[in-house]
T-cell receptor, first 113, second 113 residues
Framework: DQQVKQNSPSLSVQEGRISILNCDYT??????FLWYKKYPAEGPTFLIS?????DKNEDGRFTVFLNKSAKHLSLHIVPSQPGDSAVYFC????????????FGPGTRLSVLP | DADVTQTPRNRITKTGKRIMLECSQT?????MYWYRQDPGLGLRLIYY???????NKGEISDGYSVSRQAQAKFSLSLESAIPNQTALYFC????????????FGPGTRLTVL
């Protein structure tokens, strides 16, 4: 049973609009979350993180929101650009996992010009 | 030069063959990881090492072994490859001491016939 879920395998958004990528988790012990972006033929690269003591973290066009009671986080990209087209992975960690991360299956974002 | 390198980048082998995937890093990180990525499943942890003398099994270690030859080198071996080990394999590194982001290599695409 997947502990980190990304229920949308793919998402298409028009350039300039907002992209919202969602992630749900089942383990209430998770207390640190990251988003990674992956282009074809490359490894994932870190995008943004949030710890459970916060409900929002912002970095430029990227904002991550965390709703602990719902065990849900989302990544907002505003405005979306064609270069944002990639696969986005949500990852979660807890101290009882030895600080290792559990990854979701990913969402493929396509930003259309 | 890339901070995390993996060799080979692509490999086709036959069932029953022994194969080694190699990872090197120049980031000076203590922690190294091996993941595999399968369609629809995201990245799953195979093995991880927090320093040269520390090796730990991850979620899916059966059929794999690892060697941490030095701080900068972490190898993954398939002693007797089988077709369901066909996947994309990623090496990653992170700093020790606290939860932090992981830095990924470009991946090795392995096909077992």
């Amino acid at each position: 049973d997947q502990q980190v879920k990304q229920n949308s395998p793919s998402l298409s958004v028009q350039e300039g609009r907002i992209s919202i990528l969602n992630c749900d988790y089942t383990n209430s012990m998770f207390d640190y979350f990251l988003w990674y972006k992956k282009y074809p033929a490359e490894g994932p690269t870190f995008l943004i993180s949030i710890s459970s003591i916060k409900d929002k973290n912002e970095d430029g066009r990227f904002t991550v929101f965390l709703n602990k009671s719902a065990k849900h986080l989302s990544l907002h990209i505003v405005p979306s650009q064609p270069g944002d087209s990639a696969v986005y992975f949500c990852a979660a960690s807890a101290s009882n996992y030895g600080q290792n991360f559990v990854f979701g299956p990913g969402t493929r974002l396509s930003v259309l010009p | 030069d890339a901070d995390v390198t993996q060799t080979p980048r692509n490999r086709i082998t036959k069932t029953g063959k022994r194969i080694m995937l190699e990872c090197s890093q120049t980031k000076g990180h203590d922690r190294m990881y091996w993941y595999r990525q399968d369609p629809g499943l995201g990245l799953r942890l195979i093995y991880y090492s927090f320093d040269v003398k520390d090796i730990n099994k991850g979620e899916i270690s059966d059929g794999y072994s690892v060697s941490r030859q030095a701080q900068a080198k972490f190898s993954l071996s398939l002693e007797s490859a089988i077709p369901n080990q066909t996947a994309l394999y990623f090496c990653a590194t992170s700093e020790g001491g606290r939860i932090g982001t992981q830095y990924f290599g470009p991946g090795t695409r392995l096909t077992v016939l």
